[in-house]
Every structure is written in C-alpha cells, then in structure tokens.
C-alpha cells in the first residue's frame, strides 16, 4: 500500500535584496516520490540538495515565507495543512537530526511519555528504553547528558511510541559514531518491517543502502534518480543517471572517483540539466533543456541520455 506520495512538489522562497526589493528563488523543482507501507527509501544528496526541506514539507513545518505547489497525500488522502497538523507526532513523525529538537529542560522520560498516543505511557516508554536498551535510570537524565548514541535512541524512542505508520528521519549529525549510525539503522529496518513507511534522510549512500528498499537521488532540489537499492552494485552499470553513477564512482571501494565541479546553487540554475555542466554526456538538448522524469528498467530518471 502507497502511504505518501509526493508530486511535482516545487518550494520557493521570497527574499529580500539589499534595497528591499523582493526576488523568489525557488529551491524544490518538480519533485516526486512515493513510500509504500514497509519500505525504506533513502533520500540521498549533497548538502543544499533539498533533502530537509522535503521533510519539512511533508511533516509542514516550513518557515512562513516559503510558497508550496504541487501535491502531498498520506493514505490515499490529500495532506492539507490542517491534516498535516492533525497526524504531526501521531501518524507521520520526525526523527529530528540531534537532540537539540527536544526540550533541553524537560527529562527525556517525561518527553517520551508525552509522545505515548495509545495505552499507558509510563508502561510504553519503559517498554520502548528497554527494546532500545535504555536503562531504566536514563528516563530521569536531561538531553544534555545523554551520549551521542543513547540520544539516537531517545529521538527513535519517540518516533516509535507515537505508533506513526510513516517515519520522516533526518540524518543523524555527521561525525556520529559508526557504531551508533549502524544501530540507529538497523531500528529504522526493524519500524519498516513492522510496516511502517520510512524516509530515509542521508549523506551517506553507503551505510543508507545497508538498510534501504529504494534510493532517491536529489540534485540540486529535484530527484535525479528512484532506483531500488540492489542497482548500486559492481561499477554502477544498472544505475540510470550519471549523477547516481558519480556518487557511487565516488565511494572508496569503488575507485574514488572525484566528480568535478559542484552543484549549483537554487540562485543560479542552468536553463537546462542541472548536473550538465559536470557531465561526460552533456550534449546541446542537455543545456537547452530540463528532462521529464521518465520510466526506466523499473525506477525513474530526469536525463536525456539514461538507456
Ligand atoms: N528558509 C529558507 N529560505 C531560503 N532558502 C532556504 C531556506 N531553507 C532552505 N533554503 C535553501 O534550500 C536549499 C535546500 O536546503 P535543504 O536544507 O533542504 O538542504 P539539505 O539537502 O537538507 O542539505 P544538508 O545536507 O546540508 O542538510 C538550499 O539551497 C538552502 O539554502
Ligand atoms: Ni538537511
């Protein structure tokens, strides 16, 4: 079952010049991907690509100056405002990227309990810190004492209490423990094989893959590439865009590869292809124009020249 379903979303942002004038950059273009109940698609980018914005958009959590078109549904209904408040910490829950999204003033015990939808909460969240191996004493800790690991399983603790079918999860704050990201992982698999759906935010495509069904590739606040996970094997030949290809070419067992120049910014687009100008493959329609997201070997790619 299709739990969200994201369309054509496009996000601009009025900003103001030096003399007041307002400009809009649009920063989303045309975006589109789907979760289904049980599955964990990876977001995958660079820094600036779009991948926390898209989060903010689903959960509707954008700052107020941000101008939204397109269309989000969640169950097959369409997630308006006021329903995208409705299921906020109830169906659809953020694992934010860092404690620093919880009260710094309140015990976590206390702020898991609170995020207990159905059932007794003292019950539920003893439950949860003993599945997350929790001790029992950490309920009384503040987010500041908490260590880097043990605060992953807080922020998973309160994700997993609130019985949400779709999980929006953030990447962990790069620099985190290997060990920690590997966990916080594998509990991302285990909330998708009980059925929910799971965004999977990341830089980092390589852990990402160890845990995710399908892989969208944002590039510069569109997604490039939806391609099942099992594709990112051997030299990428069943990858479709050359971004995607890039990026694994890049990872050390695969060569390193650097992929020269950097993504441009939302301000100063290209006309046509955003990666063109960093592609091999670029030829005139490339800079002239932008491609459709289209079909391909059963995922999707925004590029003229993917076979
Ligand atoms: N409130 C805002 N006003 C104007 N531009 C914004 C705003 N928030 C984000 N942007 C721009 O939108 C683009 C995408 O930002 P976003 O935070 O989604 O990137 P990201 O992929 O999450 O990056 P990172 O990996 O660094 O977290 C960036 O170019 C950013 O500058
Ligand atoms: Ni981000």
Same mark, same amino acid.
Do not use: K, N, P, Y
């Given at each position: 079952m299709t739990l969200l379903e994201v369309n054509g979303l496009t996000i601009s942002f009025t900003q103001y010049t030096r003399r007041l004038r307002q400009t809009r950059v649009q920063v989303l273009h045309g975006l589109s991907l789907s979760i289904a109940a049980g599955e964990i698609v990876a977001v995958v980018g660079s820094s600036g690509s779009g991948k926390s914005l898209l989060a903010h958009a689903i959960l509707g959590i954008l700052p107020g100056n941000a101008r939204v078109s397109g269309s989000l549904r969640f169950a097959g209904e369409e997630l308006t405002a006021a329903r995208q408040q409705a299921l906020r910490g109830r169906e659809i829950a953020l694992v934010p990227q860092s404690v620093q999204y919880l009260d710094p003033l309140m015990r976590v015990g206390r702020q898991v309990r609170d995020s207990v939808r159905t059932g007794d909460p003292d019950e539920a969240q003893r439950s949860v810190f003993a599945r997350y191996r929790l001790k029992p004493e950490a309920a009384r800790l503040f987010p500041f004492q908490l260590s880097g690991g043990m605060a992953r399983r807080v922020l998973v603790s309160t994700a997993t209490v609130s019985g949400a079918r779709l999980v929006v999860a953030d990447e962990p704050t790069p620099g985190l423990d290997p060990a920690v990201v590997m966990e916080a992982l594998?509990?991302?698999? *285990?909330? !998708?094989?009980?059925?929910?759906?799971?965004?999977?935010?990341?830089?980092?495509? *390589?852990? !990402?893959?160890?845990v995710s069904d399908r892989v969208a590739v944002l590039y510069a606040g569109t997604v490039v590439e939806i391609a099942p996970a099992a594709d990112f094997t051997g030299s990428g030949e069943g990858l479709r865009h050359p971004y995607t290809q890039a990026l694994w070419r890049a990872l050390p067992q695969n060569g390193f590869v650097p992929i020269r120049g950097t993504q441009p910014p939302a301000s100063a687009l290209p006309q046509g292809c955003p990666f063109a100008p960093r592609c091999d493959r670029a030829d005139a329609s490339c800079t002239a124009t932008q491609p459709e997201e289209r079909e391909l070997r059963g995922g999707k790619?925004?590029?003229f020249h993917a076979s």
């Open positions: 594998g509990q991302f698999r *285990e909330l !998708a094989d009980e059925g929910c759906g799971v965004m999977l935010i990341s830089h980092d495509i *390589e852990s !990402a893959l160890t790619v925004r590029c």
